[in-house]
């Protein structure tokens, strides 16, 4: 156990929400791996977010965000520090403003893209449909501009909203950065809301598109076996990660309880009861392999973080 009972009681007596030590990290990403990380935060609102930040940095313990989990590896020996995780007390969706057909609506960054995409088909606004089949928060999607070849994120953001050593800090989208799977939004930041720009639309068509997505998704994804999505990034649009694994003959490779789909060469799922070890190895065989054949060097899309057990 590294941080004392002394400080886990003032972390328990100064914040309103769950406040968990040792708490798995598996249960907390789509792919259940990981160890247990010192002290997990379930922040009820934003002055919680702001005291687990300032306690983090009094006690100098190393601290991050997360949201659903669904980029993440945590590694068997699991995370020391503190991690928030940005969730069900942030699901807040409104309209900031309207002129004519553009509208600018504010999201809580705990709210899930599936149900901010259902809402926006609900009200008949387009622009952010590319996002159908992306699990996870909104805040997690603006950290890494997560995005499809219809889309990202970062293309209808306005500004993001987040507390950096317990100020809140505003950037417009200009300052952010945005390219493949990155956003220029500091590493111990917590994101907590977001400025997006819609347009007035038709609801059907909205919801057409998005069950077209949805099903071209179901038809390529082995979206039944927990994974975290896409492994590596894509060196080019021909030269796809899954087309040169595939290529490499890993579709398949097992590792213990992890394996390169076979339906799916860029996606690694857990056949049940995988190691974080067992799919960092499998990512490593993926690069090497990749690099020898091939010489690209793919570059991993997913956070691979905390201790080796
Ligand atoms: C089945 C499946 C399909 C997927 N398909 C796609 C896809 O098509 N396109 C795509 O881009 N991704 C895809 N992903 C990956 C993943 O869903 C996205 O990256 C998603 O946006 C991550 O959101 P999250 O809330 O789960 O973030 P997490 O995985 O929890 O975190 C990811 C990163 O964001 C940071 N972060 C999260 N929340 C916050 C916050 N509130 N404040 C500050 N930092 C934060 C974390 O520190 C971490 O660095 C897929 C994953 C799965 C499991």
């Known amino acids: 156990m590294s941080v004392s009972e002394t400080i886990q009681n003032e972390f328990k007596s100064k914040i309103?929400?769950?406040?968990l030590f040792q708490e798995s990290m598996a249960r907390h990403s789509t792919i259940q791996v990981g160890g247990p990380v010192d002290i997990w935060i379930e922040p009820k609102d934003e002055n919680d977010c702001k005291?687990?930040?300032?306690?983090?940095?009094?006690?100098?313990?190393?601290?991050?965000t997360v949201g659903?989990?669904?980029?993440?590896?945590?590694?068997?020996?699991?995370?020391r520090g503190v991690v928030?995780?940005?969730g069900d007390a942030f699901q807040t969706v409104t309209?900031?403003?309207?002129?004519?057909?553009?509208y600018i609506i504010d999201v809580g960054a705990g709210m899930m893209m599936k149900q901010l995409l259902s809402w926006t088909a609900d009200q008949a606004?387009?622009?952010?449909?590319?996002?159908?089949?992306v699990p996870g928060t909104v805040g997690g999607a603006v950290a890494m501009n997560a995005g499809t070849p219809h889309g990202a994120i970062g293309d209808a953001v306005v500004s993001v909203t987040w507390l950096e050593k317990a100020k809140l800090v505003t950037r417009q989208a200009e300052?952010?950065?945005?390219?493949?799977?990155?956003?220029?939004?500091?590493?111990?930041?917590?994101?907590?809301?977001?400025?997006?720009?819609?347009?007035?639309?038709?609801g059907a068509a909205v919801l057409g598109k998005l069950q077209e997505l949805r099903r071209y998704r179901q038809s390529k994804q082995p979206l039944q076996q927990p994974s975290m999505g896409s492994v590596f990034k894509n060196?080019?649009?021909?030269n796809t990660a899954g087309k040169l694994i595939e290529e490499a003959g890993l579709k398949g490779v097992r590792v213990g309880k992890a394996q390169i789909s076979p339906q799916h060469a860029n996606w690694i799922v857990n056949l049940g009861g995988a190691t974080a070890n067992d799919v960092e190895v499998l990512i490593r065989l993926a690069k090497d392999t990749v690099k020898e054949k091939t010489g690209y060097i793919l570059e991993p899309e997913v956070k691979i973080i905390g201790e080796h057990s």
């Open 84 to 86: 928030v995780h940005v």
């Open 175 to 202: 300052k952010l950065e945005f390219a493949y799977r990155k956003a220029k939004i500091p590493r111990a930041a917590t994101v907590l809301s977001v400025r997006i720009k819609l347009e007035k639309s038709d």
């Open 95 to 102: 309209i900031h403003e309207q002129k004519n057909d553009t």
């Open 16 to 19: 309103q929400g769950e406040v």
């Open 68 to 79: 659903r989990g669904s980029n993440l590896v945590v590694r068997d020996g699991g995370i």
């Open 125 to 133: 606004l387009t622009g952010i449909e590319g996002l159908e089949g």
């Open 235 to 238: 060196p080019d649009k021909t």
């Open 51 to 64: 005291v687990a930040q300032e306690l983090a940095q009094l006690h100098d313990l190393s601290f991050m």
